[in-house]
């Protein structure tokens, strides 16, 4: 069983339209969560952050942690034709060794149509 | 602007080569990540090193190699390139830890598609 689940899509939907992307993980240690957002032929760049449980809002997009159910969703509203990508979640757990690398789930690709 | 830069954004080798993949960042960081991306398997990580000479393995480290002699410069090595190291590479990179115990925001590269024959 892979740390992070991610359903990988592709997602399509119509521009306008509230996009709900999920990631569902077995770590609990996990505090930190990311969400990347990964164009066509470009490295990912980071979109949202959260630590631990909660909401947060950054425009467009919300980022929600629940994590008693290990689950995490990114939303985006009002969603564009520029939006379309591939969101990639990723967190990482506090380590006395200091590793600091992410875990990433495998991507879910959006599509928005005109 | 923190900027990662990748040595090549296309590569075609042959099996048996040696193949070197370069990745420099401008921004001081302490980190450095090597990662390879696949369909259906997302990002997984080769090797990280956390400082100048140092380096540890990742979750899938057989068949590579890395190399960090100076802070901003972080090499991936592949000793005898294989097919199934076809692959997009990504290399990233981050703070050893930001204000208030956050843990490391990763910046990353454009990647390299690396095509083995």
């Known amino acids: 069983q892979k740390e992070v689940e991610q359903d990988p899509g592709p997602l399509s939907v119509p521009e306008g339209a509230i996009v709900s992307l999920n990631c569902t993980y077995s770590?609990?240690?996990?505090?930190?969560f990311m969400w990347y957002r990964q164009y066509s032929r470009k490295g990912p760049e980071l979109l949202m952050y959260?630590?631990?449980?909660g909401n947060k809002e950054d425009g467009r997009f919300t980022a929600q942690v629940d994590k008693s159910s290990k689950y995490i969703s990114l939303f985006i509203r009002d969603s564009q034709p520029s939006d379309s990508a591939t969101y990639l979640c990723?967190?990482?757990?506090?380590?006395?060794?200091?590793?600091?690398?992410?875990?990433f789930g495998s991507g879910t690709r959006l599509q928005v149509q005109p | 602007d923190v900027k990662v830069t990748q040595s090549s954004r296309y590569l075609v080798k042959r099996t048996g080569e040696k193949v070197f993949l370069e990745c420099v960042q401008d921004?001081?960081?302490?980190?450095m990540f090597w990662y390879r991306q696949d369909p259906g398997l997302g990002l997984r990580l080769i090797y990280f090193?956390?400082?100048?000479?140092?380096?540890e393995k990742g979750d899938i480290p057989e068949g590579y190699s890395v190399s960090r002699e100076k802070k901003e410069r972080f090499s991936l090595i592949l000793e005898s390139a294989s097919t199934n190291q076809t692959s997009m590479y990504l290399c990233?990179?981050?703070?050893?830890?930001?204000?208030?115990?956050?843990?490391?925001?990763?910046?990353f590269g454009p990647g390299t598609r690396l095509t083995v024959l």
């Open positions: 990233a990179s981050s703070f050893h830890r930001l204000a208030g115990g956050r843990t490391d925001t990763q910046y």
């Open positions: 770590n609990s240690a996990f505090q930190y």
């Open positions: 959260t630590y631990s449980s």
């Open positions: 990723a967190m990482s757990a506090v380590e006395d060794t200091g590793r600091r690398a992410l875990t």
């Open positions: 921004m001081d960081h302490e980190n």
């Open positions: 090193s956390y400082d100048v000479k140092m380096k």
